[in-house]
């Protein structure tokens, strides 16, 4: 097992003791030279794995279409920030501005804010989006005051790090990352902070003898964040993402390289690491922020009540044999049970409780 960011890894557990999972996620994926997000593109079928946007237009096109409703229920005002947490490689939000461009003075109001920290990807942003003047931020407080916010982020939450605790009988111990005997990363047990087991959800580590809980303190953050963010200068956030709809016990943390799974240690930096995302948490935590949370419901479920199926036959009409195939499997990856359609989870999170959400009829 070779790879730069190995050695950095090793050097500081050798300095300071076994390291968190949390903190070895975080190395792996933002480490500001061989950060996995830092050195590459790993989207579409060359990289590492396919997101919805790139799975098929229709999927960028829905949220479009979302997003412009909402501008309109918002009172259309002049001015407003068009955000997109984590935006890949900008085929979502290129698309998102395809949908919307016939809509009158969306695209002059909207001021395109992207938060990215891979310059790499920032690149690939600013290919797609030529011609609508982005602004990259890699914090939420660097945004314009008083506009009000429109964000998206799909497939964002997963990316953060997780710490995860284990619970054996009444003891109660975090997985982390030591080094073995032969030189290589191992995992190890590590004491955990009273206080990291004290926010998890009391009856559900009530209810099992033994059993992993996953935690991430920077979702937390981030999710505060941004209530603060919608309280402050009014608007929406649509997270879609993989996950479940209710808080569970489990190891959900997993590493992906070429399209397939690997294991967690396997050449660090060189892997994308995610963690499925507790989805009843996100709505716990805006619900005590003070913030209407809308769902959670299956990506299926929203992209149909949005009129996704419509839209293919539309699309179908001027498409030839190949094209219509094509559109027929990217429908079918985005909405069908076995697919997209029910692992990925959608909410919406607003402050105005008087405004009503398109794409939440159906919750899970």
């Not at 982020?153 to 995860?164: G, S, T, W």
């Amino acid at each position: 097992m070779t790879a730069p960011l190995l050695d950095i890894i090793k050097a500081r557990i050798a300095r300071h003791g076994p390291m968190t999972l949390g903190e070895y996620m975080a190395l792996c994926l933002s480490h500001p030279k061989h950060g996995y997000y830092m050195t590459r593109d790993p989207f579409g079928s060359a990289g590492d794995f396919i997101t919805a946007p790139e799975v098929s237009q229709m999927f960028g096109e829905m949220i479009g279409l979302w997003l412009a409703d909402l501008w309109i229920k918002f009172g259309q005002p002049s001015e407003f920030i068009l955000l997109e947490c984590g935006p890949g490689r900008g085929t979502l939000m290129a698309d998102i501005m395809r949908a919307t461009k016939a809509l009158p003075g969306f695209h002059g109001a909207a001021k395109i804010h992207l938060m990215e920290i891979s310059s790499v990807l920032r690149d690939a942003q600013a290919r797609a989006l030529a011609g609508y003047d982005p602004v990259w931020i890699d914090d939420l407080n660097r945004l314009p005051p008083g506009l009000p916010v429109l964000l998206v982020a799909n497939e964002f939450l997963d990316a953060l790090p997780v710490r995860q605790i284990e619970k054996r009988g009444i003891a109660f111990f975090e997985r982390g990352v030591s080094i073995a005997p032969d030189g290589s990363l191992c995992a190890a047990l590590l004491p955990v902070p009273d206080a990291v087991i004290g926010a998890l959800p009391k009856a559900l580590v009530d209810s099992v003898e033994q059993g992993i809980f996953e935690t991430s303190p920077h979702l937390n953050q981030f999710l505060k964040s941004v209530d603060i963010l919608l309280k402050k200068q009014n608007g929406v956030a649509l997270f879609l993402d993989y996950g479940h709809a209710r808080s569970a016990p489990g190891d959900t943390l997993q590493a992906m390289k070429n399209h397939e799974f690997v294991t967690l240690f396997e050449t660090p930096g060189t892997c994308d690491l995610t963690a499925h995302v507790d989805f009843e948490n996100v709505v716990k935590i805006a619900c005590e922020d003070g913030i209407v949370a809308h769902g959670p419901t299956t990506q299926g479920a929203f992209l149909k009540e949005l009129g996704i199926e419509v839209r293919a036959e539309r699309l179908k009409k001027g498409a030839n044999d190949a094209q219509a195939v094509d559109l027929e499997s990217g429908l079918k990856r985005l909405i069908d049970t076995d697919q997209m359609g029910s692992l990925f989870k959608v909410v919406a999170l607003c402050n105005d409780p008087q405004i009503e959400i398109a794409g939440f009829h159906e919750s899970v």
